[in-house]
C-alpha cells in the first residue's frame, strides 16, 4: 500500500548513483561540524539559546566529532560513487578509505578509528554495547588527543590537537582532492 511511486523509484536510483549528491551531504555534515567548533568557544551562545545556567558549550564535543567522521564517511562514499561503485553500508573509516584506493597517512589510521567510534555510539550514546568498547575507545581517545610526559614519575598529559578544526578539514581537504580527481565536473 506505501509503495513508492515511479517517480520516487527514479530520485531515488538518481541520488543513490550520482556522486554530487553524497559530497554536498558531506560538505554539509562538514559546515554542521565547523558551526559547532566555533560555537565550543563561544558559552554566550549557550544563554542565547536558552539551555540553561552554567551550560557549557564544550559539552558537544563528542557531537562535533561524531559530524567530523560522518562527514569523512560520505566523502569517502562519495569516492566510491564516483567510481560507479555502490558504497558499501559500513561506518570504519579505515576499511572506507582502503576500499575507495585512497592514501592514508600512518598518523591518520589511529584518527579515523577514533572518528568511527564517535560515529558508532560516543557521539550518540553515553555508552556503547560493550565494556570492552568502551574501554578501548577511551585508551585510543587518550592515544590520538594527549601525548604523554614523564615528569617526576608522574605522566603529564599535554592535549594534542589531532581533532581541532584545521586537521579534521586538513583530512577533509586531502579526501576532497581525491574525489575531485576521480569526479570530473
Known amino acids: 500500500m506505501n509503495d513508492p511511486s515511479v517517480g520516487e523509484v527514479d530520485r531515488f536510483n538518481m541520488l543513490e548513483g550520482a556522486p554530487m549528491p553524497w559530497f554536498n551531504k558531506s560538505s554539509d555534515l562538514r559546515a554542521s561540524a565547523g558551526a559547532l567548533w566555533m560555537a565550543m568557544g563561544n558559552n554566550c ?3 542565547q539559546l ?3 545556567e552554567g551550560f557549557d558549550m564544550s559539552a558537544v564535543w563528542p557531537v562535533y566529532l561524531l559530524l567530523c567522521g560522518m ?18 553500508q559500513i561506518h570504519k573509516l579505515i576499511d572506507l578509505v582502503k576500499a575507495a584506493g585512497l592514501p592514508m597517512k600512518p598518523s591518520s589510521e589511529d584518527t579515523l578509528t577514533l572518528l568511527t567510534g564517535c560515529v558508532e555510539w560516543w557521539g550518540r550514546y553515553p555508552v556503547p554495547k ?10 585510543l581517545y587518550k592515544k590520538v588527543m594527549y601525548t604523554t610526559n614523564k615528569f ?3 605522566d603529564i598529559l599535554k592535549a594534542t590537537d589531532a581533532l581541532s578544526w584545521e586537521s579534521f578539514n ?4 586531502e579526501a576532497q582532492v581525491q574525489f575531485f580527481r576521480k569526479y570530473q565536473l
Request: glycine share 8%; aromatic share 14%; charged share 30%.
Open 45 to 47: 551562545l549557550a544563554q
Open 71 to 88: 562527514s569523512l564517511e560520505l566523502l569517502y562514499k562519495a569516492i566510491w560513487v564516483a567510481e560507479r561503485k555502490k558504497p558499501e
Open 50 to 52: 536558552s539551555l540553561g
Open 152 to 154: 617526576r614519575g608522574f
Open 130 to 139: 560493550g565494556k570492552k568498547s568502551f574501554h578501548d575507545f577511551h585508551t
Open 170 to 173: 586538513e583530512l577533509w581537504t
